[in-house]
């Protein structure tokens, strides 16, 4: 541990944390983490990642992470494939709960109002919930702002192009209720 009581440890077994002293953490990958983590996640590039928060007891037996995670990524465009960078700074929560109800097998279920709730496992690994929760925070569809899909159109020769209206299902429809109403 450092002098300012902030642990730079990943892995932490339940059985050996005290209920009344939180730990405070501070993950910071150097390069050759980063690259593996970027492989797996299939970014371009990832830079400047940082986990910093605290692990508490929560209740008797349950375990709360409260975390902010700070990483600049760099992904594929996804219409020109040109690199997009992008910062993320965002919170993680996560509860780990010794007593979590099972889920019935084969029936449907619904989703908790908490989705943070996890089971609480024999130790909690820092970097496992760190990379989920990079993964959770990547853009879904990164674009550059000055990247546009080109309009192109394929009729035969002769033939009017298609209109987009038209290929809507229920704009035909709409059509037709107007004219029997006699707005159309």
Same mark, same amino acid.
């Given at each position: 541990?450092?002098?300012?009581s902030t ?15 939180? !730990?405070?953490? #501070?993950?910071? +990958? *150097?390069? $050759?983490?980063? &690259?593996? %983590? ?5 970014? /371009? ?5 940082s ?27 996804v ?15 996560? !509860?780990?709960? #010794?007593?979590? +109800? *099972?889920? $019935?097998?084969? &029936?449907? %279920? ?5 989705? /943070?709730?996890?089971?609480?496992p024999?130790?909690i ?41 038209e ?13 029997l109403?006699?707005?159309?």
């Open positions: 541990m450092t002098q300012d642990s730079a440890r990943t892995v932490y077994r339940i059985a050996e944390l005290s209920a009344g002293r939180p !730990v405070r953490f #501070a993950l910071r +990958p *150097g390069k $050759p983490e980063m &690259e593996r %983590i970027a492989e797996q996640l299939g970014l /371009s590039g990832l830079r400047k990642v986990f910093t928060g605290t692990l508490a007891s929560q209740g008797k037996h349950d375990w709360r992470l409260d975390a902010t995670l700070g990483a600049t990524v760099i992904q594929p465009c219409v020109s494939l040109e690199p997009v960078t992008t910062r993320l700074d965002t919170p993680v929560e996560r !509860v780990f709960v #010794a007593d979590m +109800p *099972g889920t $019935p097998d084969g &029936e449907e %279920i619904e989703m908790p109002e908490d989705d /943070s709730a996890e089971p609480l024999e130790a690994d820092l970097t496992a919930v760190m990379i989920e929760a990079l993964t959770l925070a990547l853009p879904d569809y990164p674009r550059r702002d000055e990247a546009a899909l080109e309009r192109t159109e394929f009729t035969p020769p002769g033939a009017d192009p298609i209109r987009e209206e290929t809507k299902p229920f704009a035909a429809l709409a059509s037709l209720r107007d004219k109403d006699g707005k159309g």
